[in-house]
Structure formats: C-alpha cells, structure tokens
C-alpha cells in the first residue's frame, strides 16, 4: 500500500517554464523530505519540512508542507535542464522513511 | 569525507540463489537503513540497524535479513531469490538513529534471471 501519492508521475518540460509537484497523503507525518534522484545513483535529500504551512526556497525552488501535515508541494520556477529527474516525496514516520511514488521531470532545452 | 558506500554495484544471481550486500556508512553516522527501489517506483523500506540490532522492519519476507557490525558498516542478505527480487537495493545512513541527516548510497543493481 502505497501511503504517498505524487501526481504528476511524468512531466516533459521546456526549459523557462514553470511546473509544481504534489505529494498527497491521507496519513500525518512527522515531517516531510523532498528528494532528487539520478539514474544509476540514489536520492540526494533536497530539504526536510516539518511544520504544518512551513514554506522553505532553495534558489528556485520552493517547498511547502500542509497546514495538516498530509500533504506536499514542489514548485519550481523557469526550469533549466540541469533539474531533469526523478523527485520522491517522503514522509517520516517512527524514524523511517514512506516514500511516495515518484514524479520524474524531463526539462528540454 | 567518504559517504555512503555499497558493494557490489551491479549483480546477476539466479533464482534460488542467495546475495550478500555490503554498506558502510558515512563517518559520524551509527544508523542504518535498506531500501528496496524496484524500477520507475519509489524505494520501499526494508528494516533498520541500530547498535548492532535490528530495530524496525517493514513488509518484507524472512528471506530478507541483515546484519551490522560493531564499525556500523552493515550486510543485507537474501535467500531464496525471486524474479520479483530484482530492484535496486539502496543503504542509507543517519546519525543516532533518526531519520533525519539521511545519506544514500548509490546503490547495488541486482537482477535474477
């Protein structure tokens, strides 16, 4: 059972344009990591979130955890190609990760 | 600073066989934990390793079990390998048991044919 939902699963994207990730859950988490991985390598931890509508910026992108702490979004502005692959959501619960079903981005020059 | 490192990278077993894989954890860090990614999904918790005992463990058969010793490097072993056991088995580590500080390895590519 897959506790973490992420819509969309595919994006192909143009370089400029803008586009936002969501990770949605009927369960509440501790708090909520966001993770890009790379083919042939594992997930690189982008940043936590664990207040409920705690926004966090990392250059262009922008983080924002639920009032219920359910739910997730991604968002990031003019896209370079350099942001291609794929995103996880995870929510952190008794200290293990609940990863979600994985979003993965094409961004096209 | 050396991170996460597994071994082997890549593997080919066949079915029935049995699979030894290795991990060390980034230095400072005491915890560790397997993930199961199989492909176009996200990684699946196997359990956790914490002064040398297994702490938690996820939804996985018995023939998956594992081992941590006392420089806090750890082994993920399988038996009895099915097809559907073909995934990327992913060791993370974390300090002082939390989930918080995560480092991942890159990974073993396992295939059973």
């Known amino acids: 059972t897959q506790l973490l939902e992420q819509s969309p699963q595919f994006l192909s994207i143009q370089e400029g344009e803008n586009l936002t990730v969501y990770c949605n859950s009927s369960s509440v988490f501790s708090s909520l990591q966001w993770y890009r991985q790379e083919p042939g390598e594992g997930p690189v931890l982008l940043v936590t979130v664990v207040t409920g509508g705690e926004v966090k910026k990392l250059k262009r992108l922008t983080f924002q955890f639920g009032d219920a702490r359910k739910d997730s979004s991604l968002h990031i502005t003019a896209a370079q190609t350099g942001d291609t692959g794929l995103y996880l959501c995870?929510?952190?619960?008794?200290?293990?990760?609940?990863f979600g079903t994985g979003t993965r981005l094409q961004v096209f020059p | 600073d050396a991170g996460v490192t597994q071994s082997p990278t890549h593997l080919i077993k066949t079915r029935g066989q049995q699979v030894t894989l290795r991990c060390s954890p980034k230095?400072?860090?005491?915890?560790v934990s397997w993930y199961q990614q199989a492909l176009g999904q996200g990684p699946q918790f196997i359990f956790q390793y914490y002064e040398e005992e297994e702490r938690q463990r996820g939804n996985f058969p018995d023939r998956f079990s594992g081992h941590q010793f006392p420089n806090y490097s750890s082994e993920l072993n399988v038996n009895a390998l099915l097809l559907g056991d073909s995934a990327l088995y992913l060791c993370?580590?974390?300090?002082?048991?939390?989930?918080?500080?995560?480092?991942f390895g890159s990974g073993t590519r396992l295939t059973v044919v």
């Open positions: 230095s400072g860090h005491d915890t």
């Open positions: 995870a929510g952190v619960r008794t200290d293990k990760l609940i």
């Open positions: 993370a580590s974390s300090p002082q048991g939390r989930a918080y500080g995560y480092t």
